[in-house]
């Protein structure tokens, strides 16, 4: 027997539940653009600590080991970084601007440095498990979505308008 009955709609939300995803679309859309103004400044630093010595042994032996210890390898600094990043927020919340920056700006750098390198180096190793390669693969998927829609926001454009008259600025200046 089949279910010939057409679809039902979609559930109208109420003006609370659409007020909050306005809010968190905000939101997200400002830490996107900030990452995207930011990024110039801090990716270079992040590429020159990659090159050091000890981050190349520190990949080189993270590759070599097991897959469940690669697992662990990079689940002790992201367990470690994620709350961090919350207790940052929380000290702004708190009015405690330059604790909240000073932590927040640690746990950023934690993974940017331990945790980026160590997923770079154990890749194939920790896609091996089926669960971790879906995982991401949703994460990848929310990420573009999320990214599709801020970068086709006009805030967005705006942004990197004004990115790249500072940059044509600065090299002017530079000259």
Known sequence: MTNDLPPSPAPERGPLVRGLLAILRAVITVFIILDELLRPLYRPLLRRLAELRVM????????????????????????????????????????????????????????????????????????????????????????????GWVRATPAYGLAMRTRDAVRRWWRTMLA
């Open 56 to 147: 190349r042994r520190l990949e080189d032996i993270v590759a070599a080991l097991p897959p469940p210890l690669v697992l662990l390898a990079l689940a002790i600094p992201f367990a470690i970084a994620e709350p961090l990043k919350l207790f940052g927020l929380l000290l702004f919340a708190r009015g405690q601007f330059w604790a909240g920056l000073v932590v927040t700006a640690f746990a950023h750098l934690m993974s940017f440095v331990f945790v980026e390198r160590i997923y770079h180096a154990g890749r194939e190793k920790l896609m091996s498990y089926r669960w971790f390669a879906w995982i991401m693969g949703q994460i990848v998927r929310v990420r573009d979505s999320v990214l």
